[in-house]
């Protein structure tokens, strides 16, 4: 039996399976203050007996498991947990835990059983909270120095709209976020209607990072998940404004095929953690 976690900046899926596609148990738990929510997620494992964990975490983070610092979390990108070490604090649950980004396990799911199969180099973005992609190129994640933080890269800001970020201000996920979503409409996403001018406001700004990530890494497949991408409308919009911007510069697989939904829906994350104990 193998254990996974899923911690994001709202909420925590925890769960035990038999394999990465057979859950046995699944739970969802606020993500709070760091002692709260690292209780609970301890309370459930409890009651399993597991040969590994594999967790993928919001960041940003330190993944290298050779360093002194594995596990620790650097940057207060959730208020309350910079300095808080995921490795040391789960491991009394296991002390087999393979870690890494929330974005990467995401990723690594959709790779192995969702819409990135056969992807030499897939791209998995996420646009909730905040926005974080992971890269997989033949199936492993792409980490340089540090692991990649694309949704802090810097995009047009043409109406001068303060971004929600709290380290750079108007950069991508500062701009395009839910929280920014919100911030500037003055509600969730979830509750804009489909025909709101803030959708395409919207695709225009993600599909500015979408095409700097074309131009960087030229991608089989770009799946986007997230709060904001479960509203499937939006999707059409961003695959429009991706070909205006990229203008028939090179040529592009049906962007259809390029940029797709997850394979598998809302579990990408937890199927994917579950996977990095394999």
């Not at 738990?29 to 997620?41: G, N």
């Not at 940057?75 to 296991?94: F, M, T």
């Not at 992971?134 to 492993?140: E, F, H, T, V």
Request: charged letters at 20%; aromatic letters at 6%.
């Amino acid at each position: 039996m193998i254990g996974g976690i899923e911690l994001g900046g709202t909420k925590c899926i925890v769960a035990v399976a038999n394999n990465p596609l057979d859950i046995i148990e699944k739970k969802v738990i606020p993500t709070r203050d760091p002692k709260s929510t690292i209780s609970d997620i301890v309370s459930f494992f409890n009651n399993f007996k597991i040969s590994s964990l594999g967790v993928g975490s919001f960041g940003p983070l330190v993944i290298n498991s050779e360093s002194d610092d594995y596990g620790l979390l650097v940057a207060e990108s959730k208020k309350g947990w910079k300095g808080v070490n995921i490795v040391e604090e789960l491991s009394n649950i296991n002390s087999n835990i393979i870690l890494d980004t929330d974005v990467n396990a995401a990723a690594l799911g959709e790779y192995r059983y969702g819409a990135g199969k056969l992807s030499e180099t897939l791209v998995y973005v996420t646009v909730g909270t905040g926005i974080g992609v992971g890269i997989l190129l033949d199936g492993r994640p792409h980490i340089g120095n540090f692991h990649l933080e694309i949704g802090h890269m810097l995009i047009p800001n043409s109406d001068n709209f303060r971004g929600v970020c709290e380290i750079h201000d108007n950069c991508w996920e500062g701009l395009a976020s839910g929280p920014s979503m919100q911030t500037r409409w003055g509600i969730e996403a979830s509750k804009l209607s489909e025909s709101h001018e803030a959708w395409v406001k919207e695709a225009d700004l993600l599909a500015i990072g979408l095409v700097n990530i074309i131009s960087n890494h030229s991608p089989d497949k770009i799946i986007l998940g997230g709060g904001v991408m479960n509203q499937k409308h939006l999707f059409p919009i961003l695959r429009l404004k991706v070909k205006e911007i990229w203008n028939s510069y090179t040529p592009l697989d049906s962007l259809s095929q390029l940029i797709s939904e997850p394979g598998l829906e809302d579990n990408s994350g937890i199927v994917g953690s579950l996977s990095l104990t394999l």
